[in-house]
């Protein structure tokens, strides 16, 4: 039997359309800065090379968004075969409204720090802190955020000293 608890994909509307909006973002910025350049050297070259980081990072996200997130009774990984958290690492879930998250995702806190990582579009790690969504199923990462939530307060439960009657 598999230890597999849920899998994150990467909504494919959703990332056509992020991709798409770095793309046109790239094309107008070079565009601005060969076929109506301002007077300024600086500016173009400054357009020009924001153009072009833009295509390098819609580039990232594409080949980012063919992988998929495992959760699994070990941790967090995602199909790349990288560990983003073991299960005994991570402290809670925060998914509220005001909580620093990627969009229709949620963040997970660690109890110590990790190694900053990046995987545009899909989840990123910064200190103790990890979000994943953005381009992913909103449906998708809410189930999963539900059930890692459910397994760290069965978790918790099974640490707790158990309370005696003492008689």
Do not use: Y
Request: aromatic share 6%; net charge positive.
């Amino acid at each position: 039997m598999s230890d597999e608890l849920a899998v994150l994909h990467v909504s494919a509307p959703r990332r056509i359309f992020a991709l798409g909006v770095l793309m046109m973002l790239a094309l107008l910025l070079l565009l601005v800065a060969l076929v109506q350049p301002p007077d300024d050297l600086l500016w173009r070259g400054f357009l020009a090379v924001l153009g072009l980081a833009t295509l390098v990072l819609g580039e990232a996200m594409r080949r980012a968004t063919t992988c998929a997130l495992r959760l699994t009774r070990a941790g967090l990984v995602d199909s790349a075969g990288r560990e983003l958290a073991r299960m005994d690492e991570i402290l809670r879930v925060e998914r509220g409204a005001f909580a620093l998250k990627p969009s229709n995702g949620f963040t997970v806190l660690l109890k110590s720090g990790r190694p900053l990582a990046w995987v545009p579009g899909v989840w990123w790690r910064i200190g103790r802190r990890i979000g994943v969504g953005g381009v992913t199923s909103a449906f998708e990462a809410r189930a999963m955020a539900d059930i890692l939530a459910t397994v760290l307060i069965e978790r918790d439960r099974a640490e707790a000293p158990q309370e005696t009657d003492g008689r």
